[in-house]
């Protein structure tokens, strides 16, 4: 069994400040681990992903995440976010063929 | 060229009634995917499917079936509309296996008065 947690189902920052969302998850198989972003009223679109190789990911749109093992931990981060960074983000962990979302974190970005 | 598109965008529809959503996807994917995104964007996966295998979320009510006419298609068909159908429903497509990026299509807003 595995599932996933967002750990904030709402982050606010200004504009040019960096960004942190937090995901953890839980999986007995060696997961994938990946960030979607949902702009509104669209579909989902992804940002990155990791499956076993670098644990250092980079994305689109300046974003990354790191997957940390004994922490259990894939976190995406910006050094600087941009207006049109607002949006829904989701964690989605996949082992095993089963795929588990997150609820989701909705990004408000401020002038 | 839109990846995966879906038909209607909005659907409105009374209890009781039965519709379709359509989902056309030229990536030339295998397996295609339907969620349901709730009202406080809650995202639940209720099929997917290449053209081999169905797998269906347990969860999901037998009033909810899907329908691939050929590999580009993945229908849903709902029977006896219920209010709590009331949803976003999301059609994505894949590479074999959910290990690969997903593409969805922009979405049905449906709501059952």
């Known amino acids: 069994a595995q599932s996933v947690t967002q750990l904030d189902s709402h982050v606010s920052v200004s504009e040019g400040t960096p960004v942190l969302l937090r995901c953890n998850y839980s999986?007995?198989?060696?997961?994938?681990l990946f960030w979607y972003v949902q702009h509104p009223n669209k579909g989902l679109q992804l940002l990155l992903k990791?499956?076993?190789?670098?644990?250092l990911v980079k994305g689109i749109n300046g974003f990354e995440a790191e997957f940390k093992k004994s922490e259990t931990s894939f976190h995406l981060t910006k050094p600087s976010a941009h207006m049109s960074d607002a949006a829904e983000y989701f964690c989605v962990v996949i082992g095993n063929n089963d795929m588990r979302f997150g609820a989701g974190t909705r990004l408000t970005v401020k002038p | 060229d839109t990846a995966v598109s879906q038909t209607p965008k909005y659907l409105v529809t009374q209890m009781g009634n039965d519709k379709s959503i359509k989902c056309e996807q030229n990536?030339?994917?295998?397996?295609m995917y339907w969620y349901k995104q709730d009202s406080k964007k809650f995202l639940k996966i209720m099929f997917s499917?290449?053209?081999?295998?169905?797998?269906i979320n347990e969860t999901v009510p037998n009033r909810f079936s899907p329908k691939s006419p050929d590999k580009a298609h993945l229908n849903l068909h709902i029977n006896s509309l219920e209010l709590g159908d009331s949803a976003v429903y999301f059609c994505a497509s894949s590479r074999p296996g959910p290990h690969y990026e997903q593409y969805f299509g922009p979405g049905t807003r449906l709501t059952v008065t």
């Open positions: 999986s007995s198989y060696s997961p994938s």
């Open positions: 990536l030339g994917h295998d397996t």
């Open positions: 499917y290449n053209n081999k295998e169905l797998i």
């Open positions: 990791y499956t076993s190789a670098a644990t």
